[in-house]
DNA sequence: ATCAAAATGTACGGTAGCGTTCAAATAAAA
DNA sequence: TTTTATTTGAACGCTACCGTACATTTTGAT
């Protein structure tokens, strides 16, 4: 094991070949676990479809558990980059949450998205880290953005809450449902932009009857 | 294996000792599974678990995956049991919803529940029929049950929905927020009854408000 | 007491995966 | 060209598990 941490090691290397080594088995890894899980997934599989010796696998990662909680560290950092909460400059409120519910919602909906929740929860009996991280990089960090939105609208005076962040939570609640629930185990969600749009509307529609002042 | 279904099954025995050891079986199986997951989990530990010999565990089903099967089946089966929609006579349509929640909040805080969900989410990818399973036994069942009540309450002129299924699902949605979500990562839910009161009144007033004639 | 179903322990064959070792090959940098 | 880090394949020891076979023992029913 070269280096345990490839969060920042564009710079100490020697070789630039390594580095695509790492990223092509970092995709690889992430293919196989959200395919098959932790446990169903072999290194060697890993390794294959990296087009990479096993060997190497482990030179660069120190095992199985190492690997796959680096794989969730990756998949967390890009979250951010698919759904931000913007608070935009001379816009109106409700148009505002129109747009959050539909970043999560689009976030949320997309395939990838649920199979790794699916994947990950079940790991969590076995490392509960890898969950608490999740949720720091994920859903809470979310729920902050939502948050702070919902404090500065409170600030101007156009809604008002009791408890920001059961509203927050709310917000989510109202938008998602249980569809969730329901893609998580399986089942097809048959969504036109249209059901979308009514969805979300109805959403935002009745989480502003329930705030305004 | 002398019988692959063991739903149906008090009767055609010779003997009653096997049927103790199948429900010991089946005890011990969901254990492991529900703290392993399925492929972590393996038949010796189940039969260690049971008392019971490998081989007996082969003899009472064919193979580990049925095994899974018929755990969930039987988990499923039990699940009416835990959380029941009641349409009360001569009670408070708000009282009910208020019930309604709190057997959800109960319900599906469980730290049994969780384990299960995030087990059987992962193993929805190897086997999507135990999804359709679980949906069809758990939340579309207890969704129904709620739909049920709530076009009580529409004919009876109480409240009004422009959609039904929906407003089912937003009761859902406003009296977990995301509480499930931080569940299933591993996030140590501290709720004094107080603490669940508040969150059950503050949804079943806050849907009551969006479904007022 | 007798009988047959049920359960057990042990052992087996087969497969698979983890993580390591090592000598050989490769490829970038000097 | 030489040097050095990196990569590779093959093999290894080890552990674990699946599912089966079989001879033996237990146990309930009649």
């Not at 580095?19 to 970092?26: A, Y």
């Not at 980059?81 to 949450?97: A, C, M, Q, S």
Request: charged share 30%; hydrophobic share 45%; proline share 1%.
């Amino acid at each position: 094991m070269k280096n345990a941490d490839h969060t920042n090691m564009l710079l100490h290397t020697d070789r630039p070949a390594s580095q695509r080594k790492i990223v092509d088995i970092l995709a690889a890894a992430r293919t196989e676990f959200f395919a098959n899980g932790f446990s169903a997934t072999s290194i060697e599989a890993i390794a294959a479809r990296a087009c990479v010796s096993k060997v190497t696998v482990y030179s660069w990662f120190k095992n199985k558990e190492n690997l796959f909680g680096e794989v969730v560290k990756t998949e967390c950092s890009q979250m951010r980059k698919y759904f931000v909460v913007e608070n935009l400059e001379g816009t109106e409120l409700r148009d505002i949450l129109i747009s959050a519910a539909h970043g999560m919602l689009n976030f949320l909906m997309r395939d990838e998205m649920v199979r790794f929740e699916r994947v990950l929860a079940a790991e969590v009996n076995r490392d509960p880290k890898i969950g608490e991280y999740f949720l720091d990089n994920g859903p809470r960090m979310l729920l902050g953005d939502l948050t702070n939105l919902l404090n500065a609208a409170i600030e101007r005076g156009e809604i008002r809450s009791e408890n920001v962040t059961e509203s927050a939570e709310m917000f989510a609640g109202l938008t998602m449902g249980r569809m969730d629930l329901f893609l998580r185990y399986g089942h097809k969600v048959m969504m036109t932009e249209e059901d979308k749009k009514k969805r979300v509307n109805r959403a935002v529609d009745a989480w502003l009857t329930l705030h305004r002042v």
